[in-house]
């Protein structure tokens, strides 16, 4: 079975500064992953996903995230961090046989000024 | 605008008492899918659908139902035999069909249920 960890349960950093996020998965095909962001009592958002090739891959809001087969990591990044990016955002691994999404226990962001 | 609503936004339930929540989608997705988010554990699949009139039980499905009567709805009923009901649920739903660039799961604003 898939399963990911997020190893950062919360983060906090300075507007204008650079964001990472961490995200390691298990999974023994090629996995397909996701970044999601949600903002509070509020619904998911799609940040961007990976399904083949360039292992760099750019989503909305600026954020870009790599995929590294050997370290079985998918890393969130942002260069430059807006008060607007304070949220929790969550990894999720989708399983080939049923396309059942497998997700993070989330990173919580707080944007200070 | 496509997408998916949940209502009610905020629910409250005495306990004893069963309590649907609804789910329903414009998207002409085959797929739907409920979610139950407690803090700091991220979000945990309680059912599935891939088509009408079929679906399957998730990782925690004890003490739900669902029921997938047509294709833009998938209502949640959580029964009185689910010992801790008070959480965040989200509903999403996805095109079928397998993997590619265009398949991912498209989420609804969520329904807070809490028992008093």
């Known amino acids: 079975a898939q399963s990911v960890t997020q190893p950062d349960i919360h983060i906090t950093v300075s507007e204008g500064a650079s964001l990472e996020l961490r995200c390691n998965y298990s999974?023994?095909?090629?996995?397909?992953l996701f970044w999601y962001v949600q903002s509070p009592g509020q619904g998911l958002q799609l940040l961007l996903k990976?399904?083949?090739?360039?292992?760099l891959v750019q989503g909305i809001k600026g954020f870009e995230a790599e995929f590294k087969r050997s370290q079985s990591s998918f890393n969130l990044r942002k260069p430059s961090v807006h008060w607007s990016d304070a949220a929790e955002y969550f990894c999720?691994?989708?399983?080939?046989?049923?396309?059942?999404?497998?997700f993070g226990a989330g990173t919580t962001v707080t944007v200070r000024a | 605008d496509g997408g998916i609503t949940q209502s009610p936004k905020y629910l409250f339930r005495k306990e004893g008492q069963n309590v649907t929540l609804s789910c329903e989608q414009n998207?002409?997705?085959?797929?739907m899918y409920w979610y139950r988010q407690d803090p700091g554990q991220g979000l945990r699949l309680i059912y599935y659908?891939?088509?009408?009139?079929?679906?399957q039980k998730g990782d925690i499905a004890e003490g739900y139902s669902v029921s997938r009567e047509k294709k833009e709805s998938f209502p949640l009923t959580v029964t009185s035999a689910q010992k801790n009901p008070t959480a965040f649920y989200l509903c999403?739903?996805?095109?079928?069909?397998?993997?590619?660039?265009?398949?991912?799961?498209?989420f609804g604003p969520g329904t807070r249920l809490t028992v008093l």
């Open positions: 999403a739903s996805r095109e079928a069909g397998g993997q590619s660039s265009y398949n991912e799961q498209f």
């Open positions: 999974y023994g095909a090629t996995p397909y």
């Open positions: 990976y399904f083949s090739g360039d292992t």
């Open positions: 999720a691994v989708e399983s080939s046989n049923d396309y059942k999404l497998s």
């Open positions: 998207l002409n997705h085959d797929a």
């Open positions: 659908s891939q088509i009408v009139n079929d679906f």
